[in-house]
């Protein structure tokens, strides 16, 4: 398995992926940049993960051509050695980039497999993050690297339902060549978190967020609907937790001070999973200030389950896939409307009833339906349709 945006096992997906396989009797390999003072190998949980050192993070075009050219030179490199020294039947490529399908390519002649798995409209997420750079040379660009990859593969694995349109309509993917595996909470660590009456700040109420901080994300959105909270509609009675980080970190930390709420706005920084599904569950609400865009409608956010696993009830903008994976767990807004957002955690802060009987419906929607559990059976017969069932169903090696 190949993942270029996030270390491993930091990564949520490749994480569970990897560890499914694993369970199912695969021998896996995962190459991914090394975080913070993580050993170039190392096994985890079963695991084997070959690490590149990571190159400074993609800021502007100049930065990500820069990162992936650099990452892609690693990655094949590593890919050389593991297939030299524990041999692989698949490789199961994560986007971004879309050109890790180059990977594939490369061991075609030696009958290897390859699986692209979808996590992100590359295209689409481009135009959000870099609205004032948008070219359309570059967008040709990504919607061709998106076609080569699910061309080049045997299958492909993508994060829903919409996404899984796109790529029938868009590159031309046969139906049956996709597999949808969603992303959700992992139960086993949910149930280790245990959901307590938060021991905050004698404040009132505690507004959480869990997830990136970038340009895309809306974070900043959340900030402007809890100033408006604190200085207009005079709500004295909450205080607000950022947890994650991101490109845009420095610039949030400095819009709180500017906007006079600093002083109930924690950032806690990135936390390692389990610590940080923790300190969520402190939380009253949960929030998804992600702005309507043609890349945000279309995409799954895991806050929104980690929020529904935890029994945390919500509020988001009226979007497509917040409503598909949220139900009535959330209250929706109109999109992109900060004083909205601000009158609807308000209208949840005043309700406790409401708090309750959603976060019922959350848990409940995640226990029958959206936890990972229920996306294994998906991605292992995706595996049995690329190996052959018997293949799959012994010890294979994959990469």
């Known amino acids: 398995m190949v993942v270029e945006n996030n270390p491993y096992p930091q990564d949520t997906r490749v994480r569970c992926e990897a560890e499914a396989l694993t369970e199912a009797g695969l021998l896996v390999s995962v190459i991914a940049p090394a ?41 094949l490199i590593l890919s050389a050695v593991v297939f030299r020294e524990r041999g692989f039947d698949v490789i199961h490529v994560a986007n971004p980039p879309d050109l890790l399908g180059l990977v594939g390519l490369l061991y075609r002649p030696w009958g ?7 996590h992100d409209l590359a295209p689409e997420m481009f135009d959000a993050r870099f609205q004032h750079q948008a070219s359309r040379w570059m967008r040709s660009t990504l919607l061709f690297l998106e076609r080569m990859s699910c061309r080049l593969s ?3 694995v993508t994060a829903n339902e919409a996404y899984r349109s796109v790529l029938i309509e868009r590159a031309g993917v046969p139906a049956h060549r996709i597999s949808v595996v969603r992303n959700g909470p992992d139960m086993r660590e949910i149930t280790q978190v245990t959901r307590t009456p938060p021991t905050r700040r004698p404040i009132g109420i505690t ?27 005079k709500r004295t ?39 940080a599904l923790h300190r ?28 529904m696993a935890l029994g945390i009830p919500l509020v988001a903008f009226d979007m497509p896939e917040h409503r598909s994976s949220a139900g009535q767990a959330a209250l929706y807004v109109r999109p992109n409307d900060d004083v909205q957002l601000a009158t609807g955690i308000a209208s949840l802060m005043d309700d406790p ?26 991605l292992l017969a995706a595996y049995d349709r690329v190996l052959g069932q018997a293949a799959s169903r012994r010890q294979r090696a994959s990469a």
């Not at 190998?41 to 800021?59: D, L, Q, T």
């Not at 959480?208 to 200085?231: K, S």
């Open 35 to 75: 975080g913070q003072d993580q050993a170039p190998r190392e096994v985890v949980e079963g695991v084997y993960v070959f690490r590149y050192p990571a190159p400074r993070s993609g800021n502007g075009l100049s930065g990500y051509a820069w990162e992936y050219g650099f990452s892609l030179a690693k990655i």
């Open 112 to 118: 290897r497999k390859l699986i692209f798995d979808h």
């Open 154 to 156: 045997s299958h492909v």
């Open 207 to 233: 507004v959480g967020y869990i997830g990136i901080f970038g340009p895309q994300d809306g974070v900043d959105r959340l900030l402007r609907a809890v100033a408006y909270l604190r200085h207009v509609l």
């Open 237 to 275: 009675d909450l205080d607000c937790v950022l947890i994650g980080d991101g490109s845009e970190g420095s610039y949030l930390r400095a819009l709180a001070t500017e906007l006079r709420i600093d002083d109930v706005v924690e950032f806690t920084g990135f936390l390692p999973h389990l610590t």
């Open 280 to 307: 969520l569950a402190r939380a009253d609400i949960g929030v998804v200030p992600d702005p309507s865009n043609p890349y945000n409608d279309c995409s799954t956010m895991i806050k929104v389950l980690d929020y």
């Open 353 to 378: 009833d409401a708090r309750r009987r959603m976060a019922t419906i959350g848990q409940e929607r995640i226990k029958t339906g959206l936890s990972w559990q229920h996306s294994v059976p998906h």
